[in-house]
T-cell receptor
Framework: SQQGEEDPQALSIQEGENATMNCSYK?????LQWYRQNSGRGLVHLIL?????REKHSGRLRVTLDTSKKSSSLLITASRAADTASYFC?????????????FGKGTKLSVKP | DTEVTQTPKHLVMGMTNKKSLKCEQH?????MYWYKQKAKKPPELMFV???????INESVPSRFSPECPNSSLLNLHLHALQPEDSALYLC?????????????FGAGTRLSVL
């Protein structure tokens, strides 16, 4: 079953612009993670935000978490063509039991040079 | 070394074939996972191994048979698959099954069932 719902499903921007993706989820979480997937290959972990955190930064990435609204956003600043990929949010809902991740449907980001 | 290695990268098999997918990690992780991903869909969990023991089977058909020979290796044995089983199969690992944390994914095996 899917927990997260990302929007938009697809996003096309020019190099240098910022990209914002949103994720909503349904149940209580232990943490929320964002992953990137290039063209049907493996997923790469980008950032993890715990349920007691509201904002986190990593390089050009900024993630926010609003547990009252059960939503998160991923901001990529000064985007590059190499950022073209699908981005998934994933929630850890078992609070440490088996560490299962439930992925959202993903946002396909296209950054044009 | 934060690498999870999956072999083969591509696999084409007939419905009567038996094949195996292999996954290896040398990070000392004690949780390993198999995910299935259909085109334009998110990954879906199939199996979880905790300390080399199968702990979660997400109602996967018996034509998929996982095996964890040791803490570094995870196999997925395939037999009598159907064309709808064609997908990207992803292996992942994490440090401890009872701690929430980052999953490290392999590059996947692209499986086509004819």
């Amino acid at each position: 079953s899917q927990q997260g719902e990302e929007d938009p499903q697809a996003l096309s921007i020019q190099e240098g612009e910022n990209a914002t993706m949103n994720c909503s989820y349904k149940t209580s979480i232990n943490n929320l993670q964002w992953y990137r997937q290039n063209s049907g290959r493996g997923l790469v972990h980008l950032i993890l935000i715990r349920s007691n955190e509201r904002e986190k930064h990593s390089g050009r990435l900024r993630v926010t978490l609003d547990t009252s609204k059960k939503s998160s956003s991923l901001l990529i600043t000064a985007s590059r063509a190499a950022d073209t990929a699908s981005y998934f949010c994933a929630t850890d809902t078992y609070g440490g039991s088996q560490g299962n991740l439930i992925f959202g449907k993903g946002t396909k980001l296209s950054v044009k040079p | 070394d934060t690498e999870v290695t999956q072999t083969p990268k591509h696999l084409v098999m007939g419905m009567t074939n038996k094949k195996s997918l292999k996954c290896e990690q040398h990070m000392g992780h004690r949780a390993m996972y198999w995910y299935k991903q259909k085109a334009k869909k998110p990954p879906e969990l199939m199996f979880v191994y905790s300390y080399e023991k199968l702990s979660i089977n997400e109602s996967v058909p018996s034509r998929f048979s996982p095996e964890c020979p040791n803490s570094s290796l995870l196999n997925l044995h395939l037999h009598a698959l159907q064309p709808e089983d064609s997908a990207l199969y992803l292996c992942a690992s994490s440090q401890d099954p009872f701690l929430s944390g980052v999953k490290y994914f392999g590059a996947g095996t692209r499986l086509s069932v004819l």
